[in-house]
């Protein structure tokens, strides 16, 4: 009988402990996740950090003519290669002295 007591001692000794260990995977498998879920976000922030951070590609020159302000100077030039298809042509004049006078 003392030998059946002492199995029986053992089989619930050995459940108690299986349920600890179940609670514990269970534990770290909610914090696994948890952390996966916080990897992603960050993963999310640096890809959106480093799409604003990406400054627009331009190509600058400056042009000046000179000679007389009277008088319009044709000017010629050649865009740089349009492979991504996102070029602007953007032109800046100043004109001072106009005066117009009303009828």
């Known amino acids: 009988m003392a030998l059946e007591q002492d199995i029986a001692n053992l089989i619930?000794?050995?459940?108690?402990?299986?349920?600890?260990?179940?609670?514990?995977a269970q534990q770290l498998d909610n914090q696994?996740?948890?952390?996966?879920?916080?990897?992603?976000?960050?993963e999310q922030d640096v890809d959106e950090f480093i799409q604003e951070a990406m400054p627009e590609t331009?190509?600058?020159?400056?042009?000046?003519?000179?000679?007389?302000?009277?008088?319009?100077?044709?000017?010629?030039?050649?865009?740089?290669?349009n492979a991504a298809g996102g070029a602007s042509l953007r032109l800046l004049a100043s004109i001072h002295g106009i005066v117009t006078q009303n009828p």
């Open 32 to 42: 696994m996740a948890a952390f996966d879920v916080r990897i992603a976000k960050k």
């Open 58 to 81: 331009r190509y600058v020159q400056d042009i000046f003519i000179g000679g007389s302000k009277d008088y319009f100077y044709p000017v010629w030039w050649r865009f740089p290669d």
């Open 12 to 24: 619930q000794s050995t459940d108690a402990l299986t349920a600890v260990v179940d609670n514990k």
